[in-house]
Nanobody, 128 residues
């Protein structure tokens, strides 16, 4: 089991930046692949970014490529999402997710169903 707690959300103007954090507790953090998803009001939860156990392999949604960067610090049991050049359409609740690395590498890293552990989310609002 792993517990995930997101932080760092808030209100920011378009063009601004935020850094989200996701702190993990429980089993060894480095045995998990991690991901960020987001869900805007009235929409499906969508993939944002994912990274393998050491951050050496990363995936990004086309809508955030070049603006968002996912990273992790296994010594701190934390994964980050640096969000730059934010747009109003980035407004959503952002969720951290985890998957056992050994299973994850055989599954779709962009798929919600590939992740068995989820945080409660942190809200990001980008004003125009």
């Amino acid at each position: 089991q792993v517990q995930l707690v997101e932080s760092g959300g808030g209100l920011v103007q378009a063009g601004g930046s935020l850094r989200l954090s996701c702190a993990a507790s429980g089993r060894t953090f480095s045995t998990y692949a991690m991901a960020w998803f987001r869900q805007a009001r009235g929409k499906e939860r969508e993939f944002v970014a994912a990274l393998n156990w050491n951050g050496g392999t990363t995936y990004y949604a086309d809508s955030v490529k070049g603006r968002f960067t996912a990273s992790r610090d296994n010594a701190k049991n934390t994964v980050y999402l640096q969000m730059n050049s934010l747009k109003p359409e980035d407004t959503a609740d952002y969720y951290c997710a985890a998957a056992d690395q050994n299973n994850w590498r055989y599954r779709d890293p962009l798929g919600r169903g590939s992740y068995g552990y989820w945080g409660q989310g942190t809200q990001v609002t980008v004003s125009s």
